[in-house]
């Protein structure tokens, strides 16, 4: 496939698409002659998008085919999500399902991987890339409640469309260094019952899918929007949502501050949420995903820099890669560590983009994260 990057000039709001655009995992995102109908819509385009003449033999094949591997899967939920919001489908919920079955199966299949590319993995829109992150940890976390597994599919779903009617805003102000406009914070302040309004418009008629979207801004104290709800009236599904939202959003970097290190941004949703959220949940979160989480960039005792790569079970802790020896320079292969082993233990945390020290995946955590 002949392929060059979308020229920004090339795309015009209203215009029509001059070429068919693909990501670089071959999906189709939009056809050539569509509308591009939106600044979003336009920029997710030009940031992520190839464009080509003709699509390469087998793409439909591509397009239907379950990924093997659960990266794969992880990666192909994003762009599927992404292709679905920009170009919708007469059979919204049932390709939406489709989307979530794939975050969980990939959760199912190795949930410490999944755990880390929320960390790790940032090839999509923030947009879309912030909701499959959302449904992961609903995923990974709500598998450790005793709920039945339709309550965990309809969070899961809800998780991935929260942002449905703001996806836009949502865009702008992740690039903005600007606080939001009136116009903008108007938007937010409908965003959740408007997104209940288009997922019904689009089919959806899940009960636990449609009140766990319109109350994801809810807060136990009753300070959230768009209702005030407090207590009880906000449900678990929601609750669970709620602190993935959270968390997602502070291990994601923005244009006005850097991406937060996973194990200070639990510690913050532990002790400076006050009485909005659930206490007890957060502690069910962090000990689900751990203190540390895969994918955390750590300094152990021995002055290496490491990859949290496996979450501790009972009484022993995470398993480890180093990827500098002791004095800091980078090793050809991860060296493998037990966190039970003092010279090996954790003594902080480490902050990988602020070191430069870019991951391989597929290094760390093998066939699973192959693509």
């Known amino acids: 496939m002949k392929s060059r990057d979308f020229d920004p000039n090339d795309l015009t709001v209203g215009q029509v698409l001059p070429r068919d655009a693909y990501n670089g995992k071959g999906q189709l995102l939009l056809r050539h002659g569509s509308i591009i109908r939106n600044t979003l819509q336009r920029d997710l385009i030009a940031e992520n998008a190839l464009a080509t003449t003709a699509p390469s033999p087998g793409r439909a094949e591509q397009e239907t085919t379950i990924p093997a591997t659960p990266l794969g899967m992880l990666i192909a939920a994003r762009w599927r999500l992404m292709a679905l919001f920009e170009q919708g489908s007469s059979y919204f919920p049932a390709d939406l ?172 949703l532990f002790l400076n949420e006050g009485g909005q959220i659930d206490e007890t949940l957060v502690a069910q979160f962090i000990k689900a995903i751990g203190v540390h989480p895969p994918g955390t960039g750590v300094r152990l005792r021995n002055g290496s820099i490491a990859i949290v790569t496996q979450r501790g079970t009972g009484k022993h802790g995470p398993r480890l890669a180093a990827i500098t020896n002791a004095v800091g320079m980078r090793l050809p292969t991860p060296l493998r560590h037990n966190g039970d082993s003092p010279m090996h233990a954790i003594q902080t945390t480490a902050d990988l983009e602020a070191l430069k020290m870019p991951v391989s995946m597929a290094a760390l955590w093998g066939a699973d994260a192959t693509l």
């Not at 975050?103 to 912030?130: F, G, I, K, S, T």
């Not at 959302?134 to 809800?158: K, N, R």
């Open 97 to 268: 399902v489709r989307i979530a079955a794939l975050v969980r199966r990939a959760c199912r299949a190795n949930a410490d991987l999944a755990l880390a590319a929320v960390v790790l993995m940032r090839d999509a829109p923030y947009a879309v890339r912030h909701a499959v992150n959302v449904a992961t940890l609903c995923q990974v976390v709500g598998a450790t409640f005793e709920w039945d597994d339709d309550l965990l599919a309809s969070t899961t779903a809800a998780a991935l469309t929260m942002n449905i009617g703001m996806l836009e805003v949502q865009q702008q102000l992740y690039k903005s260094h600007a606080p939001p406009t009136p116009e903008q914070q108007e938007i937010i302040r409908r965003h959740c019952e408007r997104g209940v309004e288009m997922l019904r418009e689009l089919g959806v008629d899940d009960p636990v899918w449609l009140a766990t979207v319109r109350d994801h801004h809810e807060r136990i104290d009753g300070s959230g929007y768009p209702a005030g709800r407090r207590g009880s009236a906000v449900a678990q599904p929601t609750r669970l949502l709620t602190l993935a939202d959270i968390y997602c959003a502070r291990i994601s970097a923005r244009a006005y501050r850097p991406a937060m290190v996973p194990t200070p941004a639990l510690r913050q």
